[in-house]
């Protein structure tokens, strides 16, 4: 009897080592896998900690749109002809509209003289105002289906503002440089309305006319009267 109990007993021990592969499987799934992803990006859970892909644009696919086309991706009842005349205007109403923001930005940093503290003021204010103008065209040529002008040497070349120097000018200078900027986006902006309008493109027509001629108009009101040839008058 005690020879066979001998005997069974490497039998049962025999039967318990598969019990052992649970707790090699949970150290697989522990240090050893986090050791396994160092150095690819994937830390300690993989699930939540990605690596971002870098440098995609040096060997980027074809662009999703290119710059002058137009396509029908929302449903507002225009055909494609009327959507790309509408877009073309509103690229060169955009460039013209960020350089003049630009302009009352620089104007507001190098102004000088006894009325600084007015036209400091009154640059940074119209610099909002135009900031917001930029937003709605730029997402109305969205909404046509086209690509809007976004970068500063792309706007350069399209802008029919001429170029203001680097130079720190007298705020005369300044004011006029700004009338006459206004001037011309004001004479694009009565153009294409008009062409908006002949087209039945309200909703573009009517973005030229509630709100770039009204602001624009506005905003020369208040930067022309600073150039009005007043004369001084004595009190009694």
């Not at 694009?188 to 573009?204: L, Q």
Request: with cysteine.
């Amino acid at each position: 009897m005690a020879s066979s109990a001998k005997a069974a007993a490497p039998k049962a021990a025999a039967t318990k080592k598969p019990a052992a592969a649970p707790k090699a499987a949970a150290r697989s799934n522990g240090k050893s896998t986090a050791s396994a992803n160092t150095g690819k990006g994937a830390g300690t859970n993989a699930a939540v900690d990605i690596q971002p892909v870098l440098n995609q644009q040096n060997h980027a696919p074809a662009p999703t749109q290119r710059y002058g086309t137009v396509s029908q991706r929302l449903p507002i009842g225009l055909d494609e002809k009327t959507r790309q005349q509408s877009v073309d205007g509103l690229n060169q109403l955009l460039a013209d509209t960020i350089t003049l923001r630009d302009m009352y930005k620089k104007h507001h940093w190098q102004v000088v003289g006894p009325t600084f503290y007015q036209l400091h003021l009154l640059y940074d204010k119209h610099y909002e105002e135009q900031s917001t103008l930029v937003d709605a065209i730029a997402e109305r040529i969205q909404i046509l289906g086209g690509v809007a002008v976004a970068m500063a040497h792309d706007v350069a070349e399209l802008s029919s503002i001429p170029r203001v120097p680097r130079d720190r000018e007298e705020a005369p200078v300044q004011v006029s440089r700004l009338l006459d900027g206004h001037q011309r986006l004001l004479k694009n902006c009565h153009d294409y309305a008009d062409k908006a309008d002949e087209n039945g493109d309200d909703g573009t027509n009517d973005l030229i006319v509630s709100q770039l001629i009204r602001t624009n108009e506005m905003q020369v009101w208040f930067v022309s009267e600073h150039v009005v040839d007043s004369p001084l008058i004595q009190a009694k």
